[in-house]
């Protein structure tokens, strides 16, 4: 018998979700109370399930933690895991995203931060070291803040490459790799920027946030302030694919875990709303890579609904069907067993959702913590 984590970082701690069906689901917590967790993955490499958090206490400041037996128990390392080297004069304001890599790049976990930065870690998320290149690339001085600070919030991997690696600064752009780290170069051709005198700048873009396509790597969707787009090359050029959208504002996006060109979100009112469009709680679903979109609402409230999806807090599973998962600024977690169709609240009355991760737990593992 397998089981389903879900993971729900909050306002004011984490929340760990487990289910056997998906239907039906039992929750823990808070773990790490009164801290923000605005990072968590899990990382299912090498036949174990070891749980990344970003906390951030208002006390002790921010920090990463692991566990390896589901949240029954919570390691710190003595000394910060992810800290800026004293000649970068700066210091470590919060942890945005936890990406363990994959099969390629065993022990590789990386993380991104504020200031924006990216850290990278060769023994599974215990300890990290900067990536000194990027951080002193000779763009990032110009890079501005977005609303709620400047963060590289999304880093993506290539399966086919370990030294590949794209990422997404919000206020700075896409930029990617292909040597490990050594050179960085924007990747923005394609995306406005409407607040900006060039609407089309090489770099300075707010994006909020960026998924890749299960079959084609090279196949990338992307969330801007103010646009939906699509590349076909890594993210050498951009097309808008939003025409179809009530609106193209957002933050969560998320892609099938293996149907090419099927992609979820959530739009919002845009610019100074920033509420559910029409005040309606709908996933939008496109399965022919944004050529159109779909509203899923089947199960979703369907009075008038003010609970907005942060850019980390709409995620997928890799389960047969897929599972996809939501959570808002209202406290409120939905799921959906059989890929965005139908849905069911799983749990409510939550602090600030702040992000989401699920995966199918290793039968092994789960049929021994069960």
Not at 331 to 357: F, M, N
Request: proline residues 7%; aromatic residues 10%; glycine residues 12%.
């Amino acid at each position: 018998m397998t089981e389903t984590l879900l993971a729900v970082g909050t306002q004011k701690g984490l929340f760990l979700g487990r289910s056997t069906d998906r239907a039906d689901w039992e929750f823990t917590g808070p773990h790490f109370a009164m801290n923000a967790i605005y990072s968590v993955a899990v990382d299912r490499r090498g036949g174990r399930s070891r749980i990344l958090v970003g906390a951030d206490s208002s006390h002790w400041g921010p920090s990463v933690w692991w566990s390896d037996d589901l949240g029954a128990s919570w390691q710190e390392p003595a000394r910060p895991a992810v800290r800026f080297p004293e000649h970068t004069g700066t210091s470590l304001e919060r942890v945005w995203q936890l990406h363990p890599a994959g099969e390629e790049a065993p022990g590789v976990v990386y993380a991104g931060t504020q200031p924006a930065a990216l850290f990278r870690s060769t023994d599974g998320g215990e300890s990290f070291a900067l990536d000194e290149s990027l951080w002193s690339h000779p763009q990032r001085a110009d890079w501005a803040e977005g609303f709620g600070g400047q963060g590289l919030h999304t880093i993506l991997t290539d399966p086919r490459d370990p030294a590949a690696v794209t990422v997404a600064v919000s206020t700075g752009g896409v930029y990617r790799t292909k040597d490990g780290g050594q050179q960085w170069h924007p990747a923005n051709t394609g995306i406005r920027a409407t607040f900006l005198p060039d609407e089309y700048p090489e770099f300075g873009q707010c994006v909020h946030k960026i998924a890749a396509d299960p079959a084609d790597p090279d196949r990338l969707y992307l969330q801007n302030h103010g646009g939906v787009y699509r590349s076909d090359d890594g993210g050498g050029h951009w097309t808008d694919i939003g025409a179809d959208l009530p609106a193209t504002f957002g933050f969560g996006l998320a892609t099938h875990p293996r149907e090419s060109g099927t992609a979820y979100l959530f739009p919002l009112d845009a610019d100074y709303a920033r509420l559910p469009v029409d005040r309606r709680c709908r996933i939008f679903r496109t399965t022919d890579a944004g050529g159109s979109w779909q509203p899923l609402s089947a199960g979703l409230p369907e009075t008038d609904h003010y609970g907005v999806v942060l850019r980390d807090a709409l995620c997928t599973d890799d389960g047969t069907p897929a599972g996809v998962y939501f959570g808002n600024r209202n406290g409120e977690v939905y799921g959906s067993a059989d890929g965005g169709d139908s849905w069911r609240l799983l749990t409510s009355h939550l602090p600030d959702v702040l992000c989401i991760r699920a995966g199918i737990l290793p039968a092994v593992r789960a049929a021994v913590t069960h």
